[in-house]
């Protein structure tokens, strides 16, 4: 029932040539492919992306910009309880960054009126459903440059997974895109691979750069993944690969109590858990041909690096993990001055990885001002564990820096005994998504990198 003064927003989007497009409040924002790609995508997965990605990149916006309804011209999307479940969990994270009461947010996206065009949702045609070839086994990767997404990669072309990577346009990040896209096709002459460019405007919605309401709100990124999972589907068909690969990390798992008894979760979308239904969806859509699977899901982030730039560092070396908001240092991929960058120089010190090799220019551990997220208020992203971790194995080696000091005076007495970290940041954690075929390989190489992980650690 429409209640007196309710705000409604309306969306509106329809498919073009090459992707679909947007309209919100007005504004045009475009999902754009390779044409040749767009063209072999079969016409029901067409309408059923444009549902999908239109709810799932703008369900959110009636938090951020002060409406009470939002009114789409397309028509109810088959997994839209999926993608509401995804929002309502991740949204309780998002009340935690924007340091707002608990629940705030949560009440509010639970209260939305959503309002669709009458008529069925898209299911997936009869040209869908044609079985993939079997051969060559193939992978489509969301790429970004990160440790995770590189790790990926050469982890494909050691146990013969053909690798296709797919860069989406992140545009809330503005420093990041024109290095990457020419690291992009170094990448693939260096290595002979495909790779492609994914324009990707909705991402405007994520920090609120689109409409400044609520500059720098973390509303919205909690479903990256899940429509990660989605828009890579052309690629899918085009190629008829067997699989999507994230790199999710163990650490996603991790989550904590807020004041007022609620559970937050690290990041929801790479959860061992939501990883299964990411990829019941993608297994309905794609009549079973390919599988949402995690290629590192027994590693820690710190294990993760390690291997990436000791095992394969020829690759290593385009490791790009900055956030991309600032301007990036001269002649570096890194901005030096973001969480990420600094969480990327601690971990590379801590395992005994040279950060001047891939790409660092000045000794972060000690640059006055940073850590912030870690001995200040600032809250980010990523496991506050493997930070502990870190900074003990540079108590443990007697590291030269004012953040080894301070960890000593304020840290150290709170947490459990060295052993126990050394362990735990060496061992294989529990996994469920890694791809069978080749799970016992992955496992083969995970054990071997850790085994030579505990030799670089302290006793």
């Given at each position: ?5 309710e705000?409604?927003?309306f ?7 090459n ?8 504004k ?12 072999k ?8 992306l444009?549902?999908?990605l ?51 947010y ?80 170094n ?6 691979v ?7 405007e ?18 919205g ?18 190629y ?31 959860t ?7 990829d ?7 009549h079973?041909?390919c599988r ?75 640059t006055?001002?940073?850590f912030?997220n870690y001995f ?11 930070l ?15 953040y ?8 150290l007495s ?13 061992s ?32």
């Open positions: 029932m429409l209640q007196n003064k705000k409604i927003l969306v509106q989007s329809k498919l073009i040539t992707g679909i497009q947007i309209t919100v409040k007005g045009r924002f475009a999902i754009q492919y390779p044409l040749p790609i767009w063209r995508t079969p016409p029901a997965i067409r309408q059923i444009l549902e999908h239109t709810f799932g990149n703008t369900h959110f916006l009636p938090v951020t910009l002060g409406y009470d309804r939002i009114r789409y011209n397309t028509a109810l999307p088959l997994f839209e309880p999926l993608l509401f479940r995804n929002q309502a969990i991740s949204i309780v994270k998002a009340e935690k960054y924007d340091k707002v009461p608990p629940l705030t949560l009440r509010k996206f639970f209260n939305l009126q959503f309002d669709f065009a009458p008529r069925a949702g898209t299911v997936v045609g009869e040209d869908a459903r044609k079985k993939f070839s079997k051969t060559p086994v193939t992978a489509i990767i969301p790429f970004t440059f990160g440790k995770e997404s590189l790790a990926t990669f050469a982890l494909c072309r050691e146990v013969g997974i053909k690798p296709v990577l797919v860069y989406s346009q992140e545009p809330s990040s503005p420093y990041e895109e024109a290095y990457k896209k020419k690291q992009l096709i990448f693939s002459k260096e290595f002979n495909d790779t492609y460019f994914v324009k990707n909705p991402g405007l919605f994520r920090y609120d750069v689109a409409f400044k309401q609520k500059p720098g709100t973390e509303v990124w909690g479903l990256q993944t899940t429509l990660l999972s989605w828009q890579v589907l052309p690629f899918v068909f085009a008829q690969a067997q699989y999507i690969f994230f790199g999710s990390e163990y650490s996603n798992n991790e989550y904590e109590i807020n004041e007022a008894g609620w559970r937050v979760q690290l990041s929801y979308d790479q061992s858990f939501f990883t299964m239904e990411q019941n969806a993608i297994r309905v859509l794609t079973d041909n949402v699977r995690t290629s590192l899901e027994p590693m820690e982030e710190t294990a993760i690096l390690f291997m990436l730039h000791r095992r394969y560092p020829e690759i290593g070396k385009y490791q790009f993990s900055c956030t991309g908001e600032k301007s990036l240092y001269p002649g570096s991929q890194w901005c030096h001055q973001c969480y990420k960058c600094w969480r990327m120089f601690l971990i590379a010190c801590c395992v005994g990885v040279d950060p001047y090799s891939f790409g660092f220019k000045k000794d972060l551990l000690n006055p001002g940073i912030t200040g208020e600032e809250i980010k992203s990523g496991s506050q564990d493997e502990d971790f870190c900074f003990y194995v540079l108590h443990k080696k007697n590291w030269p820096s004012p080894v000091t301070k960890f000593r005076r304020h840290r709170h947490l459990k005994p060295w052993g126990f970290y050394r362990k735990n940041f060496t294989l954690q529990p996994h469920l998504n890694l791809p069978a075929p080749y799970r016992e390989k992955f496992l083969a190489i995970f054990a071997q990198e850790l085994r030579q992980l505990k030799k670089v650690l302290p006793r």
